[in-house]
Nanobody, 125 residues
Framework: QVQLVESGGGLVQPGGSLKLSCATSGFTFSSYWMYWVRQAPGKGLEWVSSINTGGGSATYSEFAAGRFTISRDNDENTLYLYMDSLKSEDTAVYYC??????????????????RGQGTRVTVSE
């Protein structure tokens, strides 16, 4: 079965950085666009970034552009999100998601059919 397992979250000070990972299994990772989405406390799901199958094309939400970098390793079936210059408003649970018919990703024309359990990122002094 499809599995997406995020890791790498934690507590970080404003201005700090974190690298999230998403280990996947149960599908042909290299054949699917992948996404990072997040959900802040008391708020709805928010798109963070998308990456194409080969990893050569990525798009970012306005808040992520210039600070976050999405990447993937198709040999290791793993998706990454490097986050720099973190702000308190980046505090959220971050999820990786697999492209497919299902849940719309806000602000994009895309949908995901599976997502992981999430990894919590807290940006605070």
């Amino acid at each position: 079965q499809v599995q997406l397992v995020e890791s790498g979250g934690g507590l970080v000070q404003p201005g700090g950085s974190l690298k999230l990972s998403c280990a996947t299994s149960g599908f042909t990772f290299s054949s699917y666009w992948m996404y990072w989405v997040r959900q802040a406390p008391g708020k709805g799901l928010e798109w963070v970034s998308s990456i194409n199958t080969g990893g050569g094309s990525a798009t970012y939400s306005e808040f992520a552009a210039g600070r976050f970098t999405i990447s993937r390793d198709n040999d290791e079936n793993t998706l990454y999100l490097y986050m720099d210059s973190l702000k308190s408003e980046d505090t959220a649970v971050y999820y990786c998601a697999k492209d497919g018919p299902g849940t719309p990703i806000p602000g994009t024309g895309s949908q995901y059919d599976y997502r992981g359990q999430g990894t919590r990122v807290t940006v605070s002094e």
